[in-house]
Nanobody
Framework: QVQLVESGGDSVHAGGSLRLSCAAS?????????MAWFRQAPGKEPEGVAG????????YYAASVKGRFTISQDNAKNTIDLQMNNLTPGDTATYYC?????????????????????RGQGTQVTVSS
């Protein structure tokens, strides 16, 4: 059973930066996972923000965050981090870490992690203007 715990959410002003971290445990040995960050604002559907293939380290981004957000994995700490720069009020949401096992490819699979994989409890990010 994969367990995910997010941290790092906070309130910042527009233009600021935050780094979210997702502590992961319970992986099946020798199995690839698509790890991802999603966000959900009140009254809106969840949005896939960024994903990473734990085996190939390929990364994927939503158009809305490309160039501002960077997803990375720290194998020593077993964390998946999301560096968020140049934040805007539109980035305000609860951010969730999610994981879904894969046979090798995450190009589209990472977007299924929220509904069909494992996810954490979320961490709140609030950006004020």
């Amino acid at each position: 059973q994969v367990q995910l715990v997010e941290s790092g959410g906070d309130s910042v002003h527009a233009g600021g930066s935050l780094r979210l971290s997702c502590a992961a445990s319970g992986y099946t040995a020798n199995r690839y996972y698509c790890m991802a960050w999603f966000r959900q604002a009140p009254g809106k559907e969840p949005e896939g923000v960024a994903g990473v293939n734990t085996g190939t380290t390929s990364t994927y981004y939503a158009a809305s965050v490309k160039g501002r957000f960077t997803i990375s994995q720290d194998n020593a700490k077993n964390t998946i981090d999301l560096q968020m720069n140049n934040l805007t009020p539109g980035d305000t949401a609860t951010y969730y870490c999610a994981a879904i096992p894969t046979d090798g490819y995450c190009d589209t699979e990472w977007r299924r992690a929220f509904d069909f994989g494992y996810r954490g409890q979320g961490t709140q990010v609030t950006v004020s203007s």
